[in-house]
T-cell receptor, first 116, second 111 residues
Framework: AQTVTQSQPEMSVQEAETVTLSCTYDTSESDYYLFWYKQPPSRQMILVIRQEAYKQQNATENRFSVNFQKAAKSFSLKISDSQLGDAAMYFCAYRREDTGFQKLVFGTGTRLLVSP | DAGITQSPRYKITETGRQVTLMCHQTWSHSYMFWYRQDLGHGLRLIYY???????DKGEVPDGYVVSRSKTENFPLTLESATRSQTSVYFCASGDYQETQYFGPGTRLLVL
C-alpha cells in the first residue's frame, strides 16, 4: 500500500524568508500524481500545487515550488518570501495513475508558523 | 456562487443518534468524496461516489451510510453516532483523475 510521510510536525519561518517542507512517499508505481494542500485556521483544504510523476520539470505556482526527486521518492514544498497568510497546516498527498478510481493518500501534515 | 458547501458547519449530538451531514457542489463534478480528519491520521476516505447512484467504500466506512440521488448532492449519514466518530468531516468533489476540491468542513462532536 502507498504511504506518505511528513516527518516535520511543525516548522517556523520569518516573514520574507524561505522555508522547505518535506514529504516522502512509498510506491512501486511509476505513474502517479503528487499534491500539496494548505489548510489554514478556517479548516478549508486548498490546493497549492500539483505534480505529475512523468514530468521531469518541477511544478511552480507563484511563490510555491516543489523539488520532485522521483528516484528518492521525495516531494518537498518550497515557500519563498513567506507571508503571514502562509501560516497553516500543509498536507502532502499521493494518487496513483491508473484505470478506475484511485484514492488520495495523505500525510499527517506539517504545521507552518510564520512570525513577523 | 459556484463551489462546494457543507452543512451544518458545527454539530453536537449524543451517542446513538442519527446524524446527516450535507454536501452540495455546483461544478457538476462526477466524483464526490467524504473524508474525516483526526489528529495523527491526516485525512482518511470514508466513501466516494463516481456518479449519481454509484457509491463505494473508502478506508473507514464502518458506521456510515451515503447516497447520491442527484449529481450535486452527497449526504453522509451516521446511523447511530459513537464517540469515535467525533471528527472534522470534509466533502470534496472532482472529475475523474482530476484534482479534488474540498468543502469548508463540518466539525462533529458526539457526546
Amino acid at each position: 500500500a502507498q504511504t506518505v510521510t511528513q516527518s516535520q510536525p511543525e516548522m517556523s519561518v520569518q516573514e520574507a524568508e524561505t522555508v522547505t517542507l518535506s514529504c516522502t512517499y512509498d510506491t512501486s508505481e511509476s505513474d502517479y500524481y503528487l499534491f500539496w494542500y494548505k489548510q489554514p485556521p478556517s479548516r478549508q483544504m486548498i490546493l497549492v500545487i500539483r505534480q505529475e510523476a512523468y514530468k521531469q520539470q518541477n511544478a511552480t505556482e507563484n511563490r510555491f515550488s516543489v523539488n520532485f526527486q522521483k528516484a528518492a521518492k521525495s516531494f518537498s514544498l518550497k515557500i519563498s518570501d513567506s507571508q503571514l497568510g502562509d501560516a497553516a497546516m500543509y498536507f502532502c498527498a499521493y494518487r496513483r495513475e491508473d484505470t478506475g478510481f484511485q484514492k488520495l493518500v495523505f500525510g499527517t501534515g506539517t504545521r507552518l508558523l510564520v512570525s513577523p | 456562487d459556484a463551489g462546494i458547501t457543507q452543512s451544518p458547519r458545527y454539530k453536537i449530538t449524543e451517542t446513538g443518534r442519527q446524524v446527516t451531514l450535507m454536501c452540495h457542489q455546483t461544478w457538476s463534478h462526477s466524483y464526490m468524496f467524504w473524508y474525516r480528519q483526526d489528529l495523527g491520521h491526516g485525512l482518511r476516505l470514508i466513501y466516494y461516489s463516481a456518479a449519481a447512484d454509484i457509491t463505494d467504500k473508502g478506508e473507514v466506512p464502518d458506521g456510515y451510510v451515503v447516497s447520491r440521488s442527484k449529481t450535486e448532492n452527497f449526504p453522509l449519514t451516521l446511523e447511530s453516532a459513537t464517540r469515535s466518530q467525533t471528527s472534522v468531516y470534509f466533502c470534496a468533489s472532482g472529475d475523474y483523475q482530476e484534482t479534488q476540491y474540498f468543502g469548508p468542513g463540518t466539525r462533529l462532536l458526539v457526546l
